[in-house]
DNA sequence: AATGAATGAGCTTTCATTCAT
DNA sequence: GATGAATGAAAGCTCATTCAT
């Protein structure tokens, strides 16, 4: 609205300000991420959230509509960064087998690991909550597995095959996106298996492997 | 005031009222089931669950201690009847790789098709709940691992193979619970292809069969 | 729903508690008009609420859906009270001119004075609230108006007169409507004169009669 | 820096600052004007002011000390300029009967039609406010009705004519007031009959006059 | 003068749970 | 055994107001 005309460049106090906003905005979501997932989101209250990033609970009202809000902008933000590591691992693999492995290895070393509350919040706290996030983490997974159905595809051209019937590429993708997921769950949210993780990595992939070759029906011409 | 001593058998009446009560029990249980499915758990209160098993709210704590126990007992009971099918399912199939084909159809076939609220209160309500029902969530899955590593070991002796690793099996049982999960989740809650479960379900074994192949190691002599 | 068949009478301890939980409707209503009267609307709280009534704000809760519902509950009763009074006052004169002196005394003498809360709730406190409480309070208005039209419709068929226009009825209406409203405001809830009350009843009623003469067309044959 | 001591006349552009506050501090007035009158007082946050006005939250606070004060300032100017009109209608008709007429006209169709916003805040939005506001109205309603007071005591005095008591002529001005405040609601806020206000006002002035002659008591000598 | 981020008090409302009858 | 009235803690959320810039 209020703008000085002729005015380029935003002054350096302006800049600064954005700046801090910015960051305020991100240590909430922090703060409600590592909440979420040590405590889960219904035990963690706005003013805990509040608390954690030393503002007050009306602030984090602020920059979030509401508490849907701060755990559909984490679900959204967490998958955003999963489906784009998965995705540069498989464009790097240039579509092959080898692009299979990449993927898993990617998922498993450097987004479970280093992002556990994501996995966490995918994985537990996002689920069976309101219908809206329902349907945010729905439409992620949907998304998920349509990326890997992708790669599938883009594998078996390149390889000259062809998948056993027209169901099987996104039920490989629903099995795999399972199976990954599961795994995380099971050796990194329940037990900390994490040291093993690279064994996990490499047999968890030859599984996949294995899997998908079964549901190839023939070398095309 | 008489008082009968010594009372061998139950009355009649008192047998009535003995069959009475866990009638009741169970309409509370398939009322909170029900619910819970549908609305999800917290948005169904105490009393909703009352009138729907046209009882009060006081009534549902006579049966259960709290909302958390009908939780858990729904969640144990589902458990238990999904351990019990698949066990079974290998028992008649005699350890063989016909009784893994045999569990995939009963889960998918007998399991989620015929009890759908216990598939979706296994795989979403009991969700990052309570850490009390997260534990007990976690100790059934631990339980359905192993039921599945244990018919895979036992496969495997049958045929005088061994895995790849110590890690093996534990893995690979791990990988089918999640990705069967999934299956589930997603043919069944999320999109409604349940006329299309049996191929699914076909498919899907073969995609653990040929996963569980990778990771036979040698046959031992 | 649960009810023991051939039971007649409900049995003592049953009325009883019927009967005490009409009183704490009753207690509860009487707390909330009288600081809505005394504080005001939006400055009353539901606890103050509760806490005048000895029970607490759930218990509020329990028997009226929100504080918006306690006010409108309030307005009807008020209101219902009030037509009921003035309508009373008209039937025993006998549609006569009589019966608009009558009405006048009646209002001011056995309503204004002995239920000064209740004024209070319709003339000011009711005023600009939700659009619900707006409706049923332009509802009630409109009742009374219409119930003071027909009255002097009435009348004028008795005494063979006819109204100026066709206007005419519902506007007299509408005139005394909002004298006396003003009235109980100016010399009831502004300035306590109510020992001038009959005095001023008695002018008042004067001032009404010569507005209404004024109105009338003429003699019909 | 320079400064300059004792400057008689404003420069150019402190006039034009000045003018612009103004400008400012009406924009704002007018806009909770608007709002207030649409949606409720308690319905309208600062922040929605602020916009109408096309300036920030915290801007609003420049111009006035608080929201209250915003409603007080409105309900003060409204009543101001009512007075005004009414009071030159009067004077023009040089205290006759004929001035009477006029000012029910002048109410109807110079105040009511033309500032409906205005009519909505003293007759509904300022009701059952704070105590300040309240207090405000009140003493507004007071010197409405001391000026009807005045014109009528003015009138009689012309005409050589007694009221009938001492209270007389302060209770025609509070029925006058009360009738005209009345036909205001009803046939403006709550339903528009705006064309055919000039009947309206026709025949309310006629049940005025009619009141007020009956409570003349005689012609003096 | 103007902004808009930050506050925090205060409110309504929900609901699991208890307990006298 | 069953009821349902009562509780009370806890939470989410709104918004008038302040203040550094």
Known sequence: MKKKIAKQT????ALRRQREKEQRYNT???SAETLFAKKGYHQTSMEEIGDLAEVSAGTVYFYFKNKEDILITLLKEGGFHFRKM????FRQADASVEGLKNAGVVFFRDFCVQHPEKVTIIFREAVGMTEKVESVRKDLFKRMTED???ALLRISEKLDTAYRSDLSAELLAV???GLYGRIATYYLIWDDRSKDLMNIAEEA???TIGGV????AAKKY
Chains 1, 2, 3, 4 share one sequence.
């Open 10 to 13: 935003p002054s350096r106090s």
């Open 28 to 30: 909430i979501l922090r």
């Open 86 to 89: 998965i995705g540069d691992a």
């Open 148 to 150: 890997i159905k992708q």
């Open 175 to 177: 099995c795999i996106a």
């Open 205 to 207: 992939v030859l599984f």
């Open 213 to 216: 070759e079964k549901l190839v």
